[in-house]
């Protein structure tokens, strides 16, 4: 029963997000700027990222990525109510297409603020971020994102630019399985390994890095992930 009463305002919550025309206003026009007006509603009109730390952009991500996102919350390996019953009705092409859309939106990045962090932990952040941590497994998050941190075609996502909370909240997800993918998870792996402390530093010194004056990803082959990802097909 609470889990209907959810759902019921999940759905109450979405046709909210979205505008009704009057009874003698002209006929909505069917496009899918229209038909995805739910999406932009927390996302931004281009994609550009809601205005809290936790809807996240997706102008310019590789639609490979974008695509398996929706896939993910559709087949139940990620959890957010209300995506997942924004996508459950959508169809494979469909949602390939959204991704084809925001990945074409070339917009700038906004800035969000980062919170007090101590020069140690900022250190800490930098190693992660550009050389890991052989010790514990860890690999640097520029051995698969890029070395400019900004993704690689047409799966890998670009981290410049995304808030602080949005960072630790993802990281803090595959810790406790509400985020996961197709195995090999790689992701869930190098979450695994990280301390609450790490998760912090990391997501920190990430958020404060500028976006480099072309943020857009890496051509395909332009990094070979250390860790098995399923993601990835047989490049992982």
């Known amino acids: 029963m609470r889990r209907l009463l959810r759902r019921l305002l999940v759905a109450a919550a979405v046709l909210c997000a979205i505008p009704v025309p ?21 996302h931004g009109e281009h994609g550009e990222g809601g205005d809290n730390g936790f809807n996240p952009r997706l102008a310019g991500k590789p639609a490979g990525y974008l695509h398996r996102q929706m896939q993910d919350f559709q087949h139940g390996l990620r959890h957010y109510e209300i995506m997942e019953y924004m996508v459950a009705p959508l169809t494979d092409a469909y949602m390939q297409e959204i991704a084809e859309y925001f990945a074409g939106q070339d917009v700038p990045y906004a800035r969000h603020p980062v919170p007090t962090t101590t020069p140690a932990a900022m250190a800490r952040g930098e190693q992660l971020v550009t050389h890991g941590d052989p010790a514990r497994g860890v690999p640097a998050c520029m051995a698969c994102h890029g070395p400019n941190l900004t993704g690689v075609q047409p799966d890998i996502p670009g981290l410049v630019g995304l808030p602080y909370d949005y960072i630790s909240a993802q990281l803090g997800a595959w810790r406790t399985n509400t985020r996961s993918t197709v195995e090999p998870d790689c992701m869930a792996t190098v979450a695994a390994r990280l301390s609450d402390a790490d998760i912090s530093a990391v997501s920190a010194w990430l958020a404060q890095r500028p976006v480099p004056a072309d943020a857009h990803a890496e051509p395909p082959g332009a990094v070979k992930p250390p860790l098995r990802c399923g993601v990835l097909g047989a490049e992982g």
Do not use: E, G, N, Y
Request: glycine share 0%; charged share 15%.
């Open 22 to 42: 009057a009874a003698d206003s002209p006929a909505v026009p069917d496009t899918l700027v229209q038909r995805i007006a739910a999406c932009t509603s927390c």
